[in-house]
């Protein structure tokens, strides 16, 4: 009995593993208890819009023309390798997943304008380590992650909404959280699963920074319960001293319901923001002489922020391998202001060729308002893309 026990502890560490990055990768055996497991996002995308016109106020001619290189063609958008070793007799398991992403020849940390690469990402051009981290099951209820991990929503929420390969999702887009952190973390769920939880003590920098600065860090934390096909949750955040300046001290609220069946899926979730003190940067258009001088999604730029995302998909009859989906979300990063508004509608349809290959053709726009400095006024920068999108897994 001590030994199915165990043997229970150990697979249900394994589902803890598996639902993760990008989607379902049940991997190969290749003995000894260490599995591997893979997933590629890749896609041809056809961009057009305000930051590929040179008419565009502030926007030359070669930088229109470079930001429809960066774009326009074909991309492997991530390249995940999971290496996961379970320890016979024992509830440990030890997680390495390594990470590859397309990012700009110039090294520039911004992404692309319709954020083909996540917008940021400063040094991820080469392989990279995402997750290194060892877990423990002393119950169901009480589940140790040490090192770097999953922090508590962004996974979360992948496995839930499964089309990540798309593009990041709306907190990832924004900048508003980071998947993985170094850290300390606990999860778990109660008996019959219906009441889930995790917290994490972390860095609060992400996996992305060469040089981590010491002095802050972050708490965060999700419970979500469900009640057959509906889920609720919860989730927190705050740090201190991001990234060792005393004036950054993000704190993240976010709720959401969802609902999902064998045919359909719903979801929507409202999000607070607040980077805490005042003069946080503000977006501003191509020829402004301050601020961002274009769009951008990362550093200090969260004041009184508030965002929504409704999302959904639909399986379509008879042909069970097909689905139509849509997303859409608005962030407003600044209560003094109207620029940064950001808006973005995406829809299309998917097609399952397999256990291993899901296909999307995908239409999006995006609108973000932007200040001209020069005038006071807020002009809107609009861009929108025509993609054919897949995910392979093994």
Same mark, same amino acid.
């Given at each position: 009995m001590q030994v199915e026990w165990k043997q229970r502890l150990l697979w249900l560490g394994l589902v803890l593993?598996? !639902?993760?990055?990008?989607?379902?990768?049940? &991997? @190969? +055996?290749?003995?000894?208890?260490? =599995? !591997?497991?893979? *997933? =590629?996002?890749m896609d041809f995308t056809l961009p057009r819009g305000d930051s590929f016109e040179a008419d565009t106020p502030g926007l030359s001619s070669d930088q229109a023309n470079t930001n429809l290189g960066r774009t326009q063609g074909f991309h492997f958008t991530r390249v995940y390798l999971n290496f996961i070793k379970q320890f016979e007799e024992k509830p440990l398991v030890i997680r390495i997943t390594t990470d590859q992403m397309t990012f700009l020849p110039n090294g520039d940390s911004q992404g692309t304008p319709l954020g083909l690469t996540g917008f940021g990402g400063?040094? $991820? &051009?080469?392989?990279? !380590?995402? /997750?290194?981290?060892?877990?423990? =099951? /002393?119950?169901?209820?009480? *589940?140790l992650r040490v090192g770097l991990q999953q922090t508590p929503w962004l996974d979360w929420f992948e496995t839930r909404y499964t089309y990540r390969f798309l593009g990041p999702t709306f907190t990832d887009t924004q900048g508003l959280l980071t998947s993985s952190d170094m850290g300390v973390g606990l999860l778990g769920s109660i008996p019959g699963g219906w009441l889930q939880y995790q917290v994490l003590f972390s860095n609060g920098e992400g996996y992305q920074n060469n040089s981590i600065d010491g002095r802050g860090f972050m708490g965060s934390g999700r419970i979500n319960a469900n009640f057959g096909p509906l889920t609720l949750a919860v989730f927190g955040a705050t740090g201190r001293s991001q990234n060792g300046n005393s004036a950054y001290d993000p704190k993240r609220e976010i709720v959401a319901v969802i609902y999902s069946n064998t045919a359909l899926s719903l979801g929507a979730d409202y999000l607070l923001a607040d980077d805490t003190h005042r003069g946080v940067e503000v977006m501003t258009t191509y020829d402004s002489t301050a601020g961002s001088a274009g769009p951008k999604t990362s550093g200090r730029r969260f004041q009184s922020a508030r965002g929504y995302h409704v999302w959904g998909f639909v399986r379509i009859p008879p042909v069970e391998p097909a $689905?139509?989906?849509? +997303? /859409?979300? $608005? @962030?407003?990063p600044n209560d003094d202001t109207d620029a940064g508004t950001w808006d973005q509608l995406r829809f299309g349809a998917s097609y399952d060729l397999g256990p291993g290959l899901v296909v999307a053709l995908d239409q999006t726009f995006h609108r973000v308002d932007l200040l001209d400095t020069n005038t006071g006024r807020i002009d809107a920068l609009k861009n929108q893309a025509t993609s054919l999108r897949a995910m392979l897994t093994f």
């Amino acid at each position: 009995m001590q030994v199915e026990w165990k043997q229970r502890l150990l697979w249900l560490g394994l589902v803890l593993l598996s !639902i993760g990055q990008g989607g379902p990768a049940w &991997g @190969m +055996d290749l003995g000894g208890g260490l =599995t !591997i497991s893979n *997933v =590629t996002y890749m896609d041809f995308t056809l961009p057009r819009g305000d930051s590929f016109e040179a008419d565009t106020p502030g926007l030359s001619s070669d930088q229109a023309n470079t930001n429809l290189g960066r774009t326009q063609g074909f991309h492997f958008t991530r390249v995940y390798l999971n290496f996961i070793k379970q320890f016979e007799e024992k509830p440990l398991v030890i997680r390495i997943t390594t990470d590859q992403m397309t990012f700009l020849p110039n090294g520039d940390s911004q992404g692309t304008p319709l954020g083909l690469t996540g917008f940021g990402g400063a040094g $991820r &051009g080469e392989l990279f !380590i995402k /997750f290194a981290y060892a877990q423990y =099951t /002393f119950t169901p209820a009480a *589940v140790l992650r040490v090192g770097l991990q999953q922090t508590p929503w962004l996974d979360w929420f992948e496995t839930r909404y499964t089309y990540r390969f798309l593009g990041p999702t709306f907190t990832d887009t924004q900048g508003l959280l980071t998947s993985s952190d170094m850290g300390v973390g606990l999860l778990g769920s109660i008996p019959g699963g219906w009441l889930q939880y995790q917290v994490l003590f972390s860095n609060g920098e992400g996996y992305q920074n060469n040089s981590i600065d010491g002095r802050g860090f972050m708490g965060s934390g999700r419970i979500n319960a469900n009640f057959g096909p509906l889920t609720l949750a919860v989730f927190g955040a705050t740090g201190r001293s991001q990234n060792g300046n005393s004036a950054y001290d993000p704190k993240r609220e976010i709720v959401a319901v969802i609902y999902s069946n064998t045919a359909l899926s719903l979801g929507a979730d409202y999000l607070l923001a607040d980077d805490t003190h005042r003069g946080v940067e503000v977006m501003t258009t191509y020829d402004s002489t301050a601020g961002s001088a274009g769009p951008k999604t990362s550093g200090r730029r969260f004041q009184s922020a508030r965002g929504y995302h409704v999302w959904g998909f639909v399986r379509i009859p008879p042909v069970e391998p097909a $689905r139509l989906y849509a +997303d /859409f979300y $608005r @962030m407003k990063p600044n209560d003094d202001t109207d620029a940064g508004t950001w808006d973005q509608l995406r829809f299309g349809a998917s097609y399952d060729l397999g256990p291993g290959l899901v296909v999307a053709l995908d239409q999006t726009f995006h609108r973000v308002d932007l200040l001209d400095t020069n005038t006071g006024r807020i002009d809107a920068l609009k861009n929108q893309a025509t993609s054919l999108r897949a995910m392979l897994t093994f």
